[in-house]
Nanobody, 115 residues
Framework: QVQLVESGGGLVQPGGSLTLSCAVSGISGGDFSIKQMGWYRRAPGTQRELVAIITGGGSTTYAESVKGRFAVSRDAPNKTMYLRMNSLKPEDTAVYYC??????WGQGTQVTVSS
């Protein structure tokens, strides 16, 4: 079955950087290459929100709150998606989830931005 596994979360100081990874298994490289993927996050007491999307063709969309600081990318041969997060702020603290169209989710990885 399709599985998504996130990694790379942790504790970082404000202004710091992290890179999240989402490794996908259970699908072919060809299917991976054409499917839209995304990163979402949920902070305590809030609903899950979109962070970034990347299409099979490589087009990207970002939430306004992360534009210019975060960058989403994908590595088709390794069936992995990344989220490079720079200039992190305390309000970026959340559990980050990766998503593969349609309807597949990872278990989430905690990102905490605090001094």
């Amino acid at each position: 079955q399709v599985q998504l596994v996130e990694s790379g979360g942790g504790l970082v100081q404000p202004g710091g950087s992290l890179t999240l990874s989402c490794a996908v298994s259970g699908i072919s490289g060809g299917d991976f290459s054409i499917k839209q993927m995304g990163w979402y996050r949920r902070a305590p007491g809030t609903q899950r929100e979109l962070v970034a999307i990347i299409t099979g063709g490589g087009s990207t969309t970002y939430a306004e709150s992360v534009k210019g600081r975060f960058a989403v990318s994908r590595d088709a041969p390794n069936k992995t998606m990344y989220l490079r997060m720079n200039s992190l702020k305390p309000e970026d603290t959340a559990v980050y989830y990766c998503h593969l169209a349609s309807g597949y989710w990872g278990q989430g990885t905690q990102v905490t931005v605090s001094s």
